[in-house]
């Protein structure tokens, strides 16, 4: 079947660091890959996609490159901010399919 | 642009009373969906609709129900509540056909249910 697995949290970092969430994934064909993130109170936000392996999502700082031969999706940002602290859900979409499957979230802190 | 609008946004029901949670949007999507997400599992596909008069069911449809109607609303239906209905609900639409971030799904903003 198809699956999401996500790096477990919470992760906790102070302003400037290295970001790292770590996605893998369980899916026949070729899904398309999502970072969605979710800000304390609000519904989730589409945050990058990648629609075929080797492509390269990015948007406000955050890049994730889809790796067939890892499965792998993993979401990394190079200088992170305290307005970053939020939920991030790794998801798939399976070829041809209507629906998501999400993974479980990462729950990221940022401190000043 | 109000998107895809949620209510109520917060809810305490008695086990066994039924309720409608609210769902439209105004970007003329054919796609709805409805998921739970319950804290450190992510979100669950409850039901979905591909337009007015189809949905399907999604991972976890037992104890719910939906109608599509129109293409703007999408309910959904608990009929007899129960503690594992506790949780929060998101509601979703996404359009068939566009480029880029436009043919994603946007959600609501989420309706937090407890069940006591």
């Known amino acids: 079947g198809n699956s999401v697995t996500q790096m477990e949290g919470p992760v906790t970092l102070s302003e400037e660091a290295f970001l790292t969430i770590n996605c893998t994934y369980t899916?026949?064909?070729?899904?398309?890959l999502f970072w969605y993130v979710q800000y304390p109170g609000e519904g989730l936000q589409l945050l990058l996609k990648?629609?075929?392996?080797?492509d390269k999502g990015s948007n406000k700082g955050f890049e994730a490159t889809y790796r067939k031969e890892t499965t792998s999706f993993h979401l990394e940002k190079g200088s992170v901010q305290v307005s970053d602290s939020a939920v991030y859900f790794c998801?798939?979409?399976?070829?041809?399919?209507?629906?998501?499957?999400f993974g479980q979230g990462t729950r990221l802190t940022i401190n000043p | 642009n109000a998107g895809v609008t949620q209510t109520p946004k917060f809810r305490i029901l008695k086990i066994g009373q039924s309720m409608t949670l609210q769902c439209t949007q105004d970007?003329?999507?054919?796609?709805m969906y409805w998921y739970r997400q319950d804290p450190g599992m992510g979100l669950k596909l409850i039901y979905y609709?591909?337009?007015?008069?189809?949905?399907d069911k999604g991972e976890v449809p037992n104890g719910y129900n939906v109608s599509r109607s129109t293409t703007e609303d999408f309910p959904l239906r608990l009929e007899l509540a129960a503690p594992s209905q506790t949780s929060v609900y998101f509601c979703?639409?996404?359009?068939?056909?566009?480029?880029?971030?436009?043919?994603?799904?946007?959600f609501g903003q989420g309706t937090r249910l407890t069940v006591v």
């Open positions: 899916a026949t064909g070729y899904p398309s």
């Open positions: 998801a798939l979409r399976p070829q041809g399919a209507q629906k998501l499957v």
């Open positions: 970007m003329n999507h054919n796609y």
């Open positions: 990648a629609t075929k392996a080797d």
């Open positions: 609709s591909v337009g007015a008069g189809i949905t």
């Open positions: 979703a639409s996404r359009a068939d056909r566009g480029t880029g971030f436009n043919t994603e799904a946007f």
